[in-house]
């Protein structure tokens, strides 16, 4: 199973709002509505801010949204904050029963 | 609050085995699906693998398939990965995660990690 395809960086100044990409296959991404997406700051555990697409677990900020079309799902990170700083992975149910990562974001906010 | 504790990683010889553990508390345990995913110094995640909250389903990375195997023990609280035949690739810090549900594919809460060497 191929990583899914996210680009290595992504930087914005304070305020401004980003989109970090994750596109797949129909046999993931575009095949179920099981995309997920983590931030991990450096030398810690990934934390889950966003499930199922579009939901986000109780205590994640409302600054953060995603969305899906065909085989490509979007993080949007609106209003922009120095701790956003991270690295941000995608992931997706695979057609095989498996469950696979995004090559992983770098966020830099200017 | 949940917490889990991985331990068990250290140093191995390629073609060594190793066993981890992941202790879980602040949730109950036998309600949840659980994984392992780990992620290679400097490099991005990769999932490893899940078993149902039962234990009756377990699915496998291609790249461990016939050489790891998940396990639990809910009398436990207790997550296990037993790997095999380890390679020089197979270096890497190894979480266990939480699933949302029993039988979802959504890690939420991570441990801290335990991490494995595979050299000679």
């Known amino acids: 199973q191929s990583a899914l395809t996210q680009p290595a960086s992504v930087s914005g100044s304070p305020g401004q709002s980003i989109t970090i990409s994750c596109t797949g296959t129909?046999?993931?991404?575009?095949?179920?509505?099981?995309v997920s997406w983590y931030q991990q700051h450096p030398g810690k555990a990934p934390k889950l801010m966003i499930y199922?697409?579009?939901n986000r677990p109780s205590g994640v900020s409302n600054r953060f949204s995603g969305s899906k079309s065909g085989n490509t799902a979007s993080l949007i990170i609106s209003g922009l904050q120095a701790e956003d700083e991270a690295d941000y992975y995608c992931s997706s149910y695979t057609s095989s029963s498996s469950y696979v990562f995004g090559t992983g974001t770098k966020v830099t906010v200017l | 609050q949940v917490q889990l504790v991985e331990s068990g990683g250290g140093v191995v010889q390629p073609g060594g085995s190793l066993r981890l553990s992941c202790a879980a508390s602040?949730?109950?345990?036998?309600?949840?699906?659980m994984h392992w995913v780990r992620q290679a110094p400097g490099k991005g995640l990769e999932w490893v693998a899940i078993?149902?909250?039962?234990?009756?389903?377990?699915y496998y990375a291609d790249s461990v398939k016939g050489r790891i195997t998940i396990s639990r023990d809910n009398s436990k609280n207790t997550l296990f990965l037993q790997m095999n035949s380890l390679r020089g690739e197979d270096t890497a810090l190894y979480y266990c995660?939480?699933?949302?549900?029993?039988?979802?594919?959504?890690?939420?809460?991570w441990g801290q990690g335990t991490l494995v060497t595979v050299s000679s």
């Open positions: 078993i149902r909250y039962d234990g009756s389903n377990k």
């Open positions: 129909s046999s993931d991404v575009g095949g179920y509505n099981y």
């Open positions: 995660a939480k699933d949302l549900s029993a039988s979802g594919w959504h890690p939420d809460y």
């Open positions: 199922e697409v579009s």
């Open positions: 602040g949730f109950i345990f036998s309600s949840y699906g």
